[in-house]
């Protein structure tokens, strides 16, 4: 087991003597079917030669017991739980690798550095198997450094700004196009001073939402106000306060996109706390159909997107991505739907239509 020096022989150097990559001796250790026979020789000889025997994650998962996959959510813990978009989307996860007997292991932090290394190493010791990312950055260190290794892994959501010959496997939503939808919505009602109350642009799925409010804007011939974006933040207390603020400044805003429901519910609290009525003085819609969308006061239009079966979708393509299987669509679209409820005012309307 020992080096002539006395060392502690490692899986580095099993790679030096085998003349490849630490990643692809450790998906030789761990049974990959997609390694060439040559490559797992090459492995085995040095391992027998150096008397190397793996740690114990690798030598469990050669014996078929450590079945994990890693679940990266860009958010610290105290952040991440607050929006139900990631405990839908476990559950939908959840629900595929429970049934084929794989664990889920999180992955939580808000440092982009701090995650990367943290989802390498992971992979690197055998820990997890595979990796379903939750959110995608434009230019994302962790997708880029993913997509130059060989592990296994999906994006849950849109990918830009990697380069790679590698495909990568990406399950989402048209978030465009929702938000085209339902601001064309507010649009049809009568709205032109339609404010967008979003997150970070660092985030893709944020500046997805951002083009298709500003393309309804225009495609309908109202002039996009830089003045009507405000950001959010990270905790509903944010949301509140850039409503706030934002009303204060634009008192002739009447509608507000939000781009989701848990802040579409803050922004709902602003405006009450201002003494204006929702829909009656500002309309308010969201994005995601949440549960609290259907039980909130009043309840929310907004776009429903099957988070669930976003999450059952990308575990499964990460399954079929262990044992080998080929994908022949490596990016997958599940359809969203407009839910027109009270808080647009198209209720008001239809029966203030019906009465006259």
Known sequence: MNTPNNKKVTIKDVAKEAGISVSTVSRVLRNYNNVPDETREKVQEAVKKLNYIPNIAASNLGAGSLRNIGIVVTRSAENAFKNPFFSEMIMGIGSVLEKNEYNIQLIMTDDINIEKKRVIDTLASGMIQGVIVLYSRKYDMLIQALANSHYPFVVSGRVDGISTDRKIHSVNTDNE????????????????????????????????????????????????????????????????????????????????????????????????ELGLKVPEDIAIVGYNNYDIASISKPQLTTINVPIHDLGAASAQQILDLIAGKKIENNTQILDTELIIRDSCGFKQKEKKNSEV
């Open 177 to 272: 196009a929702g938000s085209f939808k339902i601001v064309s919505h507010l649009i049809e009602l009568g709205h032109k001073r339609i404010a967008f109350l979003n997150a970070s642009l660092e985030y893709i799925v944020n500046i997805d939402r951002y083009e298709g409010y500003r393309k309804a804007l225009i495609h309908n011939g109202i002039k996009h106000d830089n003045a009507l974006d405000l950001d959010c933040g990270i905790t509903f207390d944010d949301a509140k306060r850039a409503v706030y603020e934002a009303l204060n400044k634009n008192p002739d805003i009447t509608a507000i996109f939000c781009r989701d429901d848990y802040r579409a519910v803050a922004a709902i609290q602003a405006v009450n």
